[in-house]
C-alpha cells in the first residue's frame, strides 16, 4: 500500500449517508476507517467488500460513542492503523423527539454524548495526526440547527452547538486544519414511524422548493467535495436540502 494513501474516519459508516461517503471516497483511493456501534454485520460486511476491491484498504472499528473510553480508543486505533490520518467525518448521529417535559437525563446524555461531545472529543483525539497530514474534518449538521424542529430540543440543540463548534474550530485549527460542516434536508426519511407517515413527508415536501428528496450521493458527494477538492474553503456548512432551509 503506498505510504502517501490517505485516510478518512467517518463515524456511522455502517449505513444509510455514512456508508455512501466511505464508498465514493474508497472509489478515489482512500483508505476508510469504519466506525459502527451495533451494526457489526453491515460494517464488516461493508470493509469486505472494500477490501476484495483494494486489499487491505479499510477496517471496521466498534465504538460506543457515548463512551469517553471509547471515543479515545477510536481516535489512537483509527490514527494508528496506517499511521496517518486526513480526514475525520462526523456523520454519527442520535435522532429521536423528546418533549421538554419528559426529557430524561438519560435522553441527555444520549443525544448529547453522541451529537455533541464525542465529534469534540474524536476530533481532540485525532488532531495531531489530522495536524500532520494537513487534514480537514467536516462534520454533519442539520438545518434544524438554525431552525429547530418541535419537540426535538436535544437534538436541536446538539446540532447547532456541533455548528459553532464547526466554525470555532475553522478558526481554531488553521491553517493545518480545514473544518466544514454539511447540512441535509430530506434526504432519507428517518428510521421508524415517520418512515412511513406520508402526512409527514408531504408537509416537509411541500416546503422544499426543489419538491423531492435528495439522494445519499447528494450528500457523499459534497463531503467528498469538502475533503478532496476545496483547499480554500473553511468554517463553512452547506447546506444540501433542496432549497427547504429557504422555507422552513
Not at 421508524?192 to 450528500?219: C, E, F, H, M, S
Amino acid at each position: 500500500m503506498p505510504a502517501n494513501t490517505p485516510v478518512a474516519l467517518i463515524t456511522g459508516s455502517a449505513h444509510r449517508l455514512g456508508a455512501r461517503t466511505a464508498q465514493l471516497l474508497h472509489e478515489q483511493g482512500w483508505n476508510l476507517v469504519l466506525h459502527y456501534r451495533s451494526r457489526d454485520k453491515q460494517a464488516k460486511n461493508l470493509a469486505e467488500a472494500m477490501n476484495q476491491q483494494r486489499e487491505n484498504s479499510t477496517i471496521a472499528l466498534q465504538a460506543d460513542l457515548s463512551e469517553m473510553a471509547d471515543i479515545k480508543r477510536l481516535g489512537q486505533e483509527a490514527t494508528a492503523h496506517w499511521g496517518r490520518l486526513d480526514a475525520l467525518v462526523n456523520n454519527a448521529s442520535v435522532f429521536y423527539p423528546n418533549p421538554t417535559t419528559q426529557v430524561t437525563e438519560g435522553d441527555w446524555n444520549s443525544i448529547m454524548h453522541t451529537n455533541l461531545k464525542a465529534p469534540f472529543f474524536l476530533l481532540q483525539a485525532c488532531l495531531p495526526a489530522l495536524r500532520e497530514s494537513t487534514g480537514s474534518v467536516v462534520n454533519l449538521i442539520d438545518i434544524y440547527s438554525e431552525k429547530p424542529l418541535a419537540e426535538h430540543p436535544l437534538y436541536c440543540a446538539s446540532k447547532a452547538g456541533l455548528a459553532a463548534l464547526t466554525r470555532s474550530w475553522a478558526k481554531d485549527l488553521a491553517p493545518e486544519v480545514r473544518v466544514n460542516g454539511v447540512s441535509p434536508g430530506a434526504i432519507l426519511w428517518p428510521e421508524g414511524d415517520a418512515a412511513v407517515n406520508t402526512d409527514y413527508q408531504n408537509k416537509i415536501l411541500a416546503k422544499t422548493p426543489l419538491n423531492r428528496t435528495g439522494t445519499p450521493d447528494d450528500i457523499a458527494r459534497t463531503i467528498v467535495f469538502l475533503l478532496t477538492d476545496a483547499p480554500f474553503i473553511t468554517g463553512q456548512i452547506v447546506a444540501v436540502d433542496g432549497g427547504r432551509s429557504l422555507n422552513i
